[in-house]
Structure formats: structure tokens, C-alpha cells
């Protein structure tokens, strides 16, 4: 069942035009133009109950623009949006106890409050009864370790403890849904991990809704099994990231080390890439051989101290979807 429908959304800015110099200041004053810029552009999506969702794109693409629009600080200029059976703009009081933010930049605690004080005047905004509040919090403190920084004002947190505070934060009213923006931004690879093992818990216990804008594509591949991709206001792709990765990551690198390397390596349908000592770095199409294949043509000819095979990044793959377009690639639009 589908939980946000998006349908032909579209939203224009109207930015003032400047002029250089004394005299076109002095114009501008007496007379000013705008300039229409078109930040999304009839961009259509449903997200069902319990889907995680990767929503991504560059910078300026309309990720935050978009998100603004189905949290209802933005109206839009045309097409429609609703969240929940809401209408976030029509109905912005109601909308906001559906839903839960958290915006990477942006705390929603009160800065010079000791942290259990901000979470308790959340209580009172929201209305969470006390019993509801003790289960959440004692939640809260298991998975995000929560006690150690409960009575620090908040503007003394680390950043990492500040996220995990804001988390919380933002699911204390129970929302269905949760907007992340940048939620792992400027964490280290152990705070990282705990806010990613969160979310899968809150999704997989609690049947949240999640969607994630992010610059971090370990984020999506952790975390999600669908992305919604948008470059200059666009939709350019929607559907699962595997699809992505077989269509643009056919070719995957393996890493060999050899026992010897006497009578050097030569391979059939694969491209030796590097070659240092003993170690050889062999490109292969996954789509014309295999791993396996090209382990058993070595193996015939050298012995094998030790091997990988990397698999392509989604950051990589995603690159090269903005530089040659997806529709480019598959000859239509995939939807899936």
C-alpha cells in the first residue's frame, strides 16, 4: 500500500536578476526582473509502507526541494503530493505528527538545553503519553547509547552524538514515516555503522518509512534496495539498485597473487589491467566469463597464493549515469 504519492510535481523559483556596475544597481532598484529557475520538474513517484528508499541526485538536482515539498514548507507550483493521506502544505500541523527529519547540517534540539530536556519538550509538542515515551526512550538508549550524553547541553555534543540524539528525536512521536538528509554526514566509520544498524532496526521492528537523501553511496547500498535518481530537476531512474549495477557494473576486477609469475599471465576474454611482481589486477566482463572461468585458466598454467574479485561501486556506476544518461544506455526510460 502506498504511503507517499507523488504525481507531476513541479516547482518553480523566481530568482531576482543582477545587474553589474552602479548603473544596472541603480536599474534593478527602480526596476527589477526575474529570472524563472525550475528546481523539479514533473517528477512522479509512489513509496509503499516499509520501503526504504534511496532519493539521490548532485548537487542542485531538487533532492532538498522535493523533500521540502512533502514535508510541507514548500508549496508546490503544480502537480500534487500526499503523505499519508495528507496534503502537507494543506495541512501542515498534521503532516508534521506523521513524519519525522533529520537534516545532517540541522539540529531540532535546543541548543543550550541539556539533551534529556529537549527530548522531554518534544514529549510535550508531540503529546506522547508517558508510557509511550518511557518505551521509546529506553529504545532509544539500548540502540544509540543515549546515557552517556543525556544531561550535556546539547551545543557540547560530538557531532556523532548530536545525530544519534536527533534521530531520536525525530521517531519519539511514533511517525510512520522518516525523512534522513545527509544523516551520516562528517561521522566516522564506527558512528556511521550504529546509525545505519538503527534505521535497520526502526525499519525492520517498526515497518518505517524511510527516505534517504544522501552524497554517501554506502548509505544507499547499506541501507536501501531501491533508488529514485533525479539530475536538473529530473527523474531519471526509479528501481532497484541491482538493476543499476547489472546494467552499468557488468565489469568487476580480480586481484590475483601468484606463486610465481616464470612465463607471465595470458587470458582469454579478460584484460590484464596492472601487473606488479607477482600480483595482476585482470578486468573481465562478467556478461562473457566469469570469476570461476578465469581462476580455472590460471590455475591450469600458475599456482594461486591468494585472490579477490571486486565487485564496481554505486558511486562509480552512478558517475557515469549522470555523463552518459541512463536513458542513452537502455534506449527507453526504465520504471520499475
Known amino acids: 500500500m502506498s504511503i507517499i504519492e507523488v504525481s507531476n510535481l513541479h516547482k518553480d523559483f523566481m530568482i531576482a536578476k543582477r545587474e553589474t556596475g ?75 505528527k506523521n513524519i519525522g527529519v533529520v537534516f545532517g547540517q540541522r539540529t531540532q534540539l535546543w541548543w543550550d538545553l541539556p539533551t534529556i530536556e529537549s527530548f522531554e519538550l518534544l514529549k510535550e509538542i508531540y503529546q506522547v503519553k508517558d508510557k509511550r515515551y518511557k518505551e521509546n526512550m529506553d529504545t532509544f538508549k539500548e540502540i544509540l547509547g543515549l546515557d552517556e550524553f543525556l544531561n550535556t547541553p546539547v551545543r557540547q555534543l560530538s557531532l556523532g552524538q548530536r545525530m544519534r540524539a536527533d534521530i531520536a528525536a525525530s521517531l519519539l512521536h511514533d511517525p510512520p514515516i522518516l525523512f534522513l538528509d545527509e544523516p551520516t554526514i562528517g561521522l566516522d566509520v564506527v558512528a556511521k555503522e550504529k546509525m545505519r544498524v538503527f534505521i535497520q532496526e526502526i525499519n525492520k521492528l517498526r515497518k518505517v518509512t524511510v527516505i534517504l537523501t544522501t552524497h554517501d553511496m554506502e548509505d544507499i547500498e547499506k541501507l536501501c534496495k531501491r533508488m529514485v535518481l533525479i539530475d536538473h530537476g529530473q527523474k531519471v531512474y526509479d528501481g532497484d539498485i541491482s538493476t543499476v549495477k547489472d546494467r552499468f557494473g557488468k565489469y568487476r576486477t580480480l586481484i590475483v597473487d601468484l606463486e610465481d609469475n616464470k612465463n607471465g599471465l595470458h587470458l582469454k576474454d579478460a584484460e590484464i589491467k596492472e601487473e606488479e611482481g607477482n600480483r595482476f589486477l585482470i578486468k573481465f566482463n562478467r556478461k562473457e566469463t566469469s570469476a570461476s572461468e578465469l581462476i580455472n585458466q590460471i590455475t591450469k598454467t600458475h599456482s594461486i597464493k591468494d585472490l579477490t574479485v571486486e565487485e564496481p561501486e554505486i558511486e562509480s556506476i552512478i558517475s557515469r549515469i549522470y555523463q552518459e544518461g541512463f536513458e542513452e544506455k537502455t534506449k527507453e526510460k526504465v520504471q520499475i
Not at 44 to 58: A, D, R
Request: glycine share 12%; net charge positive; charged share 25%.
Open 22 to 96: 552602479l548603473l544596472g544597481a541603480l536599474r534593478s532598484i527602480v526596476k527589477r526582473e526575474f529570472i524563472k529557475k525550475e528546481a523539479v520538474k514533473d517528477i512522479s513517484f509512489s513509496i509503499n509502507e516499509g520501503e526504504m528508499v534511496g532519493y539521490i541526485g548532485p548537487n542542485g538536482a531538487g533532492k532538498s526541494t522535493t523533500i521540502k515539498m512533502l514535508t510541507g514548507i514548500l508549496v508546490p507550483t503544480s502537480g500534487s503530493v500526499q503523505v499519508n493521506g495528507i496534503v502537507p502544505y494543506e495541512d501542515r500541523q498534521r503532516n508534521a
